[in-house]
Nanobody
Framework: QVQLVESGGGLVQAGDSLRLSCAASGRAIPTMAWFRQAPGQEREFVAAISWITLKTYYTDSVKGRFTISGDNAKNTVYLQMNKLKPEDTAMYYC????????????WGQGTQVTVSS
């Protein structure tokens, strides 16, 4: 059983920064990611990190503004979000992909990020 708990969301102004955290407990998860879902829209991939290769991946709209990182010893992954835009407003979810899976099979409850213009 894996539990993912997000924190760090809030209400900020355009141009501000926020750092989201996701604390994982339970078995090790080799790939961790952040997704987001705005009202009336489908959930979309934001960023991912592989603990095995240490490679990171980003959706185009956040490249150069968001950085995913983590502390493997603490089983925690972060999403540093800079130069936030109103279109970044969404519920942000932490997700983990177990070894051997092609899909993300572990999800947190989400943390709300609201960016005002």
């Amino acid at each position: 059983q894996v539990q993912l708990v997000e924190s760090g969301g809030g209400l900020v102004q355009a141009g501000d920064s926020l750092r989201l955290s996701c604390a994982a407990s339970g078995r090790a998860i080799p790939t961790m990611a952040w997704f987001r879902q705005a009202p009336g829209q489908e959930r979309e991939f934001v960023a991912a990190i592989s603990w095995i290769t240490l490679k990171t991946y980003y959706t185009d709209s956040v490249k150069g503004r968001f950085t995913i990182s983590g502390d493997n010893a603490k089983n925690t992954v972060y999403l540093q979000m800079n130069k936030l835009k109103p279109e970044d407003t969404a519920m942000y979810y932490c997700a983990g992909r177990s070894m051997g899976r092609n899909d993300y099979d572990n999800w947190g409850q989400g943390t709300q990020v609201t960016v005002s213009s």
